[in-house]
């Protein structure tokens, strides 16, 4: 059974920093691209970035070019967020995301995503 754990979710105020990691067990395979979302209350899940693995290729939501950087684990099926910059829209669950797809022109939609963590609480306080 394939399973993502996120890590690193925590609080912190406006300007602040925070990294968040995600391990993947039970797929024998490497994935083509992972990625990360986050979804606040009443809203709906966003794309933040993704990674595909092959050719490095990364995308960023526009909120978060700049401020966040997704990079690769050192690990098979593991990825990281760095988070900089910390705005309090930027609070809400971040769930982790894993796809077996290579193909690096998809849009950063949690529809390409086939696998998920269970999500990490991120609040910013202004």
């Known amino acids: 059974q394939v399973r993502l754990v996120e890590f690193g979710g925590g609080s912190v105020q406006t300007g602040g920093s925070l990294r968040l990691s995600c391990v993947a067990s039970?797929?024998?395979?490497?994935?083509?691209?992972m990625g990360w979302f986050r979804q606040a209350p009443g809203k709906q899940r966003e794309g933040v970035a993704d990674?595909?693995?092959?050719?490095?290729?990364?995308n960023y939501a526009d909120s978060v070019k700049g401020r966040f950087t997704i990079t690769q684990g050192s690990v098979k099926n593991t990825v990281n967020l760095q988070m900089n910059n910390l705005k309090p829209e930027d609070s809400g669950m971040y769930f982790c995301?894993?796809?077996?797809?290579?193909?690096?022109?998809?849009?950063?939609?949690?529809?390409?995503?086939?696998?998920w963590g269970q999500g990490t609480q991120v609040t910013v306080s202004s």
């Open positions: 995301a894993a796809t077996a797809t290579t193909w690096a022109s998809l849009p950063l939609v949690p529809g390409n995503f086939h696998y």
């Open positions: 990674i595909y693995f092959e050719h490095s290729i990364i």
């Open positions: 039970g797929y024998a395979a490497s994935f083509g691209a």
